[in-house]
């Protein structure tokens, strides 16, 4: 799930949404800040999210079930 972040529904996002995305056991929880030109990428790990870095122009292998694999390259959101 990606989450762009705004002034207003930042605190929710970070927080309240990360809780319920755990509990539905969604692996990946991404947040982009438009401002800062940035996402910061979160892997579910034994119940709680795991920040695995912040991106900007750098690339990301998405690992999901059945061994598939998307790799998303955060340049294109920013269109760097």
Known sequence: IFEV??????AKDRNLK???YSGYGVKY???VDPAGMFAEVYKLDNGN?????EF???S???ELDNGCEIDFSFEDIFDI
């Open 5 to 10: 972040l705004s002034p207003s529904t930042k």
């Open 18 to 20: 990360s809780l319920i």
């Open 29 to 31: 929880y991404i947040l």
């Open 49 to 53: 999210y795991r920040l695995q870095g």
């Open 56 to 58: 900007k122009e750098e």
């Open 60 to 62: 990301y292998i998405f």
